[in-house]
């Protein structure tokens, strides 16, 4: 009796390889994400912490840091400026949205390839 | 054991991109072994170095990429500071700074209405500019910079599709091979079971 298991000879087309490559891309691009997300998520905590310290300070000039300086800075300018940076900082992590619809093409991906080749490829992560 | 296709040609490969060479995909393996006259050791061995090759690449271009983000974000402070110093610029005050001398100590320092900035461009060198020069010269090489990155986004992407083909090519060759050498013990056995 020929013992099946190892060597399998499941043949891999040029459509199998684009598809393993493509997941593997996906899968990198979904990292990515996550840890834009984390930073943009960071940022907008410290941007809220920062506006909710303006409310209770009672001083008229705030140091405001801008590059590697911290300029003197009214405190009702600084606190359109912090309004700004949040609106900046929600339009970014509306785009990181994109980070379903990479887990949504990632799951298409797994069904084609562990449908074709089953146990002979693993597509989790370690 | 699947028949070889005929003329196959993966006709949609890139065969190198800016110095990174293409990693030629295996229609069948036996015609692939057939055609380069290498036996499987030295098939795998051949594959391993490529694969070798690619990780340096790829360590040269995350390299490249660290630097090109670290660098973006400085360019923005930049610009955001001659914003500001234009803003500043019609109303007459001065603006106030605290900056720092040295570690954890901070000085202030006035500046006055001023139409022009120093850059510093590398090299020990600085030069004067007036504020919108500065302006469009650190927007350039900004966008400059963003050009880059993509371009090594770009290049990383094909790069690790390459990887990717050569580790599936190598667990290809390797299987192909246990299912030869199991087809010869099998053809090994039935023989002597025939004797």
């Not at chain 1, 990181?96 to 597509?123: C, P, R, T």
């Not at chain 2, 001659?82 to 901070?106: C, H, M, R």
């Not at chain 2, 900035?117 to 927007?139: F, H, I, K, R």
């Not at chain 2, 246990?178 to 079971?193: G, K, L, M």
Request: with cysteine; glycine share 4%.
């Amino acid at each position: 009796m020929q013992e099946q298991g190892e060597g399998s000879e499941t043949e891999v087309t040029w459509e199998d390889q684009q598809n393993i490559n493509k997941f593997g891309r996906l899968n990198n691009r979904f990292h990515e994400l996550d840890d834009d997300i984390k930073i943009a998520k960071e940022t907008d905590d410290n941007l809220e912490d920062a506006s909710n310290e303006l409310i209770l300070t009672d001083e008229e000039v705030v140091r405001f840091q801008i590059g590697e300086v911290f300029a003197h800075v009214p405190k009702d300018e600084v606190e359109s400026k912090i309004e700004q940076m949040k609106q900046v900082t929600t339009q970014k992590l509306e785009k990181l949205e994109e980070k379903e619809s990479v887990l949504a093409q990632m799951a298409e991906l797994k069904k084609i390839l562990y449908g074709k080749f089953k146990d002979s490829i693993n597509l989790e992560d370690d | 054991m699947a028949s070889s296709s005929s003329a196959s040609g993966s006709g949609s490969v890139v065969t190198e991109r800016r110095g990174i060479p293409g990693a030629q995909f295996v229609e069948d393996v036996h015609t692939y072994l057939t055609d380069s006259g290498l036996d499987v050791g030295s098939a795998l061995a051949f594959l391993q170095e490529r694969l070798q090759q690619y990780k340096l690449v790829e360590m040269k271009l995350l390299a490249q990429q660290r630097d090109l983000q670290a660098k973006i974000p400085d360019i923005e402070k930049c610009l955001d500071i001659v914003a500001t110093l234009q803003a500043k610029k019609g109303t007459g005050e001065e603006l106030i700074a605290d900056f720092e001398v040295s570690e954890g100590i901070y000085s202030r320092a006035r500046i006055e209405e001023t139409d022009c900035v120093c850059l510093w461009l590398g090299a020990n060198v600085m030069l004067e500019y007036s504020l919108d020069e500065a302006t469009s010269l650190l927007q350039k090489n900004l966008d400059n910079a963003r050009a880059s990155l993509e371009v090594l986004i770009a290049d990383l992407q094909f790069l690790r599709d390459q990887v990717t083909i050569t580790q599936v090519t190598i667990a290809r060759v390797y299987n192909w091979d246990v299912h030869q050498r199991r087809i010869q013990q099998a053809a090994t056995a039935t023989a002597t079971a025939q004797n």
